[in-house]
């Protein structure tokens, strides 16, 4: 699962009393607890919108989401918006969240899909208009304020850019943790269906953290030999500062599968690399991740690590090394199903190749306000 692409948003006005002049649009990545971070190019302004029914707001060129990704939806404008409470929380209609393939709405409830860094499903904000500007934060009543979003799994037509398991993901997942404080090669298994050049090697540095990985590179996993490597990146970010990449340049990977992986080789070494479990057989990878030419196999279909060599040992999808560098990264936590969240972006070397929703509700009135929903993707 992955490779999903947002198209623009859907916004209910109410048959009276609501605003109907150009409202603005955006959408958040929810990364903590009243924390976001703002994705690029998703800002548009509709035009005038007509009462009494869903409006479409299209973006001019969709991008793509990560899949298992905590998004937030928002819109601004000063007047009265359309409410409807008690939808979200425990004996709610939607206490459950509510999924359309493979688009979630989280609920207010301490379940399986209760909204990431226990923020409420539906928020406002008081602060200002821009939704660009002011993430909406409070949550009342477990209410349904009728603004949602459309995907798609296949991506513009013409669409000429980039490809990562976790695009535009600015967070990790709360359950992220800094791991050992140990000289580790770590390693996302990714296939290529076809030859592509590679732009960035990308890892999550975690909150907390005071050292950088020292090496990053592409292992084949036919040869078990790097296909690329720089043994002094320069990353895009500061140790502790979530998502960092390191450049490359001249690059091209024939289709194939290989190993893209991150190293300290810092002579006495901090916690620095970041670690999830049961990522990949019951969290968002459970079917894997593919977006474009790129996949990252699930853990069935991974290929065999040999923590435990011999027969009937579980394969591994995310796997390290220790010790020195220029060490293929094969060893694999038994019944772990790490994570190490690094990643690769690549575009394709010889180029790439809704309906709407219906319902009715009430008006309330607030002076100037963001409205929001919750949303993610799962496999």
């Known amino acids: 699962m992955g490779g999903m692409w947002f198209e623009g948003?859907?916004?209910?006005?109410?048959p009276s009393g609501q605003p109907t002049s150009a409202q603005k649009f955006a959408l958040w990545n929810v990364t903590g607890q009243a924390s976001a971070?703002?994705?690029?190019?998703?800002v548009v302004t509709s035009g005038a919108l007509t009462s009494g029914q869903w409006n479409w707001v299209p973006l001019s060129t969709p991008f793509?989401?990560?899949v298992g990704t905590c998004y937030n939806a928002c819109t601004?404008?000063?007047?009265?918006?359309?409410?409807?409470?008690n939808q979200f929380d425990a004996g709610d209609p939607y206490a459950a969240g509510l999924t359309i393939g493979p688009l979630t709405a989280y609920s207010d409830t301490n379940g399986s899909l209760r909204t990431p860094y226990t923020t409420s499903q539906g928020v406002f904000g008081v602060a200002g208009t821009d939704p660009s500007v002011n993430m909406p934060g409070s949550g009342s009543n477990s209410a349904n304020f009728w603004i949602d979003l459309q995907v798609s799994d296949t991506a513009s037509t013409g669409y000429g850019g980039s490809y990562r398991l976790w695009p535009n993901k600015w967070d990790a997942a709360p359950e992220t943790t800094a791991d050992s404080a140990v000289n580790y090669v770590v390693a996302t298994e990714v296939h290529l269906s076809q030859s592509c050049t590679l732009n960035n090697i990308w890892y999550y540095s975690p909150t907390g953290v005071s050292q950088l990985a020292t090496e990053c590179g592409?292992?084949?996993?036919?040869?078990?030999k790097l296909a690329a490597e720089n043994t002094s990146p320069q990353w895009s970010g500061v140790a502790?500062?979530?998502w960092i990449s390191c450049a490359f340049t001249d690059v091209t990977l024939p289709a194939g599968k290989?190993?893209?992986?991150?190293?300290?080789?810092?002579?006495?070494?901090?916690?620095?690399?970041?670690?999830?479990?049961?990522?990949?057989?019951?969290?968002?990878?459970?079917?894997?991740?593919?977006?474009?030419?790129?996949?990252a196999p699930s853990l069935a279909n991974a290929s065999t690590a040999n923590i435990n060599p011999g027969p009937g040992q579980e394969p591994g999808q995310c796997t390290y090394a220790i010790g020195p560098p220029n060490q293929y990264p094969d060893l694999y936590g038994d019944g772990l199903a790490q994570n190490y969240w690094v990643d690769a972006e690549v575009t394709p070397a010889t180029g790439?190749?809704?309906?709407?929703?219906s319902s009715s509700t009430s008006a309330s009135d607030s002076p100037a306000v963001d409205s929001q929903a919750f949303l993610t993707f799962f496999p």
């Open 352 to 357: 790439a190749t809704g309906s709407s929703p």
């Open 240 to 242: 502790g500062s979530g």
């Open 258 to 295: 290989y190993k893209v992986a991150v190293y300290n080789g810092a002579a006495t070494p901090g916690p620095w690399s970041a670690k999830q479990l049961k990522y990949w057989d019951i969290g968002p990878g459970t079917n894997g991740i593919a977006t474009g030419p790129l996949t």
């Open 64 to 66: 793509p989401l990560a």
């Open 76 to 85: 601004g404008f000063t007047g009265s918006f359309p409410a409807t409470n």
């Open 218 to 224: 592409i292992w084949d996993m036919s040869t078990q």
């Open 9 to 14: 948003y859907w916004w209910w006005v109410c």
């Open 37 to 42: 971070t703002l994705i690029p190019n998703s």
